[in-house]
């Protein structure tokens, strides 16, 4: 089938569904039912007269009322079918019940609002003149959004009996019982519309001159706004509660326009009531679309969390492995080194140069597979209150031999009084010394200028490490914390690794920004949280 793709196959279900669905017309066609709304053909006459008389102002008027009414529906009703489709989602991720159960609220009052815009474009034939009604099912449309929003909350907001399960998840177990109920009453309001004969008195005779029911909804909506809503927003504090509590400023002015404004169908304030309307149903959804954005961030940054907790396990691995196979031989090679030291002759210098070579790269591999095992398992911290503008002073007294080697030219914007920070000086200043070597050698000999600032805040500080060397291509910023990466070919991978843990270990945070050709910023924070326990 090519439907069943090795990466994006369609279940058979649902292919099966709509290739019935696109035959079923078909189907109903040949069993004698028509769809369509010529019962006979209109002579050319008729057609033109019927087009004039639509073209007299009057007439004009109310047919673009009733074309704009249309569409301001038309988008409401969408938009709430898009926030249960979207809630849905959301509830398949965060297994919150209270969202859905809203998001279906909004859902049935849609449903509500299809049968208003049917029977206000005469699509559904009553047995009240449609104008009559359209003010009335209103009415009922806004009670109706208001009291099921509400019954939605109450079912959530309900105290859960001792010795039970949390409410959300009770409402995960029951949510076919709450859906059923709102569709229950959804279709009981719809079949009493339907069959209602007397609405004169709250329809619209022209002048309506009985208000007093829009008054109904209008306090529904105010207990919602101040009672329910803050309630559920304690309860469930996402971006979605809060935006449902948004909607309710223009879920109360539509009140207020359409009781206090509207004396027509279709004039300016019923139009203004219905856009209104439409952003009662948009900012719930516009809240909800930016939950599920940021459930989608939390679960990547999650797994972006996982991954790296693989890898710094792994890492720790191959080097407890490395420290057990290539400290015992590299301990025999040093004790070797430093018997033939003491039997070499003062006049054989070309062999006391050669035990130098293997004394000295011993400790390299020696200090190789330290630095590891500190990425892998930083060691307990021993902090202390320091200046950061003197440590890093210091840090770059250590790192001058380099600078001078490569004709740098230093640039310090370092203040002298500052708060002192809790660190464990010789750890940090690894980490500083790491990022300043790194950003020495990515400059080139006699061009590089190296910037060094610190800004000071009230109970935090940012550090800045810059460089005018060749920058960073956005791929390799991504890596460039991780062990072993490395954009050198004579690097190991491992300085702004053990840089970043020391770093995370003293509660900091450490960013990077760089363009190619353009130079390289690191930027230190420290104070965001506390540091590691030592």
């Given at each position: 089938?090519?439907?069943?793709?090795?990466?994006?196959?369609?279940?058979?279900?649902?292919?099966?569904l709509?290739?019935?669905?696109?035959?079923?017309?078909?189907?109903?066609?040949?069993?004698?039912?028509?769809?369509?709304?010529?019962v006979?053909?209109l002579?050319?006459?008729?057609?033109?007269?019927?087009?004039?008389?639509?073209?007299?102002?009057?007439?004009?008027?109310?047919?673009?009322?009733?074309?704009?009414?249309?569409?301001l529906?038309?988008?409401s009703?969408?938009?709430?079918?898009?926030t249960?489709?979207?809630?849905?989602?959301?509830?398949?991720?965060?297994?919150?019940?209270?969202?859905?159960?809203?998001?279906?609220?909004?859902?049935?009052?849609?449903l509500?609002?299809?049968?208003?815009l049917?029977?206000?474009?005469r699509?559904?034939?009553t047995?009240?003149?449609?104008?009559?009604?359209?003010?009335?099912?209103?009415?009922?449309?806004?009670?109706f959004?208001?009291?099921?929003?509400?019954?939605?909350?109450?079912?959530?907001?309900?105290?859960?009996?001792?010795?039970?399960?949390?409410?959300?998840k009770?409402?995960?177990n029951f949510?076919?019982?709450?859906?059923?109920?709102?569709?229950?009453?959804?279709?009981?309001?719809?079949?009493?519309?339907?069959?209602?004969?007397n609405?004169?008195?709250?329809?619209?005779?022209?002048?309506?001159?009985?208000?007093?029911?829009?008054?109904?909804?209008?306090?529904?909506?105010?207990?919602?706004?101040f009672y329910?809503?803050?309630?559920?927003?304690?309860?469930?504090?996402?971006?979605?509660?809060?935006?449902?509590?948004?909607?309710?400023?223009?879920?109360?002015?539509?009140?207020?326009?359409?009781?206090?404004?509207?004396?027509?169908?279709?004039?300016?304030?019923?139009?203004?009531s219905?856009?209104?309307?439409?952003?009662?149903?948009?900012?719930?959804?516009?809240?909800?679309?930016?939950?599920?954005?940021?459930?989608?961030?939390?679960?990547?940054?999650?797994?972006?969390?996982?991954?790296?907790?693989?890898?710094?396990?792994m890492?720790?691995?191959?080097?407890?492995?490395?420290?057990?196979?290539?400290?015992?031989?590299l301990?025999?090679?040093n004790?070797?080194?430093?018997?033939?030291?003491?039997?070499?002759?003062?006049?054989?210098?070309?062999?006391?140069?050669?035990?130098?070579?293997?004394?000295?790269?011993?400790?390299?591999?020696?200090?190789?597979?330290?630095?590891?095992?500190?990425?892998?398992?930083?060691?307990?911290?021993?902090?202390?209150?320091?200046?950061?503008?003197?440590?890093?002073?210091?840090?770059?007294?250590?790192?001058?031999?380099?600078?001078?080697?490569?004709?740098?030219k230093?640039?310090?914007?370092?203040?002298?009084?500052?708060?002192?920070?809790?660190?464990?000086?010789?750890?940090?200043?690894t980490?500083?010394?790491?990022?300043?070597?790194?950003?020495?050698?990515?400059?080139?000999?006699k061009?590089?200028?190296?910037?060094?600032s610190?800004?000071?805040?009230?109970?935090a500080?940012?550090?800045?490490?810059?460089?005018?060397?060749?920058?960073?291509?956005p791929?390799?910023?991504?890596?460039?914390?991780?062990?072993?990466?490395?954009?050198?070919?004579?690097?190991?991978?491992?300085?702004?690794?053990a840089?970043?843990?020391?770093?995370?270990?003293?509660?900091?945070?450490?960013?990077?920004?760089?363009?190619?050709?353009?130079?390289?910023?690191f930027?230190?924070?420290?104070?965001?949280?506390?540091?590691?326990?030592?």
């Amino acid at each position: 089938m090519i439907f069943s793709g090795n990466h994006y196959r369609i279940p058979d279900f649902y292919v099966g569904l709509v290739s019935a669905l696109c035959v079923l017309p078909l189907f109903l066609n040949l069993l004698g039912i028509d769809f369509g709304n010529v019962v006979e053909q209109l002579s050319p006459v008729k057609v033109v007269e019927m087009t004039q008389i639509e073209e007299q102002p009057g007439y004009r008027d109310l047919l673009t009322g009733r074309y704009v009414h249309t569409i301001l529906v038309s988008v409401s009703v969408s938009i709430a079918i898009l926030t249960l489709v979207l809630a849905m989602i959301d509830y398949n991720i965060r297994r919150e019940a209270g969202t859905l159960i809203v998001a279906m609220a909004f859902f049935c009052a849609a449903l509500l609002e299809v049968f208003h815009l049917l029977v206000a474009t005469r699509v559904i034939a009553t047995t009240v003149n449609s104008f009559y009604l359209t003010s009335y099912t209103w009415f009922f449309c806004r009670l109706f959004l208001a009291s099921i929003i509400s019954l939605g909350i109450i079912f959530y907001l309900s105290p859960t009996p001792k010795g039970k399960v949390p409410s959300q998840k009770r409402f995960g177990n029951f949510l076919g019982y709450v859906s059923l109920t709102f569709f229950a009453v959804t279709i009981l309001t719809i079949a009493f519309l339907l069959l209602s004969t007397n609405v004169s008195h709250t329809a619209y005779p022209y002048r309506n001159n009985s208000r007093q029911f829009e008054m109904i909804p209008l306090a529904v909506y105010l207990f919602l706004t101040f009672y329910l809503l803050p309630r559920y927003c304690e309860r469930l504090p996402t971006v979605f509660s809060k935006s449902l509590l948004l909607s309710m400023i223009p879920a109360v002015a539509a009140q207020l326009y359409m009781t206090f404004g509207s004396l027509e169908l279709f004039d300016n304030n019923f139009n203004v009531s219905h856009f209104l309307i439409a952003g009662v149903y948009f900012i719930p959804f516009v809240g909800l679309s930016l939950n599920y954005l940021e459930a989608h961030r939390k679960e990547k940054l999650a797994t972006d969390a996982l991954i790296k907790a693989e890898k710094f396990a792994m890492t720790g691995r191959i080097a407890r492995t490395l420290a057990h196979e290539v400290r015992n031989p590299l301990t025999n090679i040093n004790l070797s080194a430093e018997q033939l030291r003491s039997n070499v002759l003062p006049a054989e210098e070309t062999g006391k140069k050669y035990i130098e070579i293997i004394e000295r790269n011993s400790k390299r591999i020696n200090d190789l597979v330290s630095e590891m095992l500190n990425i892998s398992r930083p060691s307990e911290l021993k902090l202390a209150p320091h200046n950061i503008s003197a440590l890093l002073n210091e840090t770059l007294a250590v790192a001058q031999d380099r600078i001078q080697l490569k004709d740098i030219k230093v640039e310090k914007k370092l203040p002298e009084q500052m708060k002192p920070m809790m660190l464990d000086v010789e750890k940090f200043q690894t980490a500083l010394l790491n990022i300043i070597i790194n950003a020495i050698e990515a400059m080139e000999e006699k061009k590089g200028l190296l910037r060094i600032s610190v800004s000071a805040k009230e109970n935090a500080c940012d550090i800045i490490v810059e460089d005018n060397g060749k920058g960073l291509e956005p791929f390799q910023i991504i890596h460039i914390f991780e062990p072993f990466y490395t954009t050198k070919s004579t690097g190991t991978g491992l300085g702004l690794s053990a840089a970043k843990s020391i770093i995370d270990s003293h509660g900091g945070i450490i960013n990077v920004e760089s363009l190619p050709g353009k130079g390289t910023r690191f930027i230190i924070t420290l104070g965001v949280s506390e540091p590691a326990a030592s």
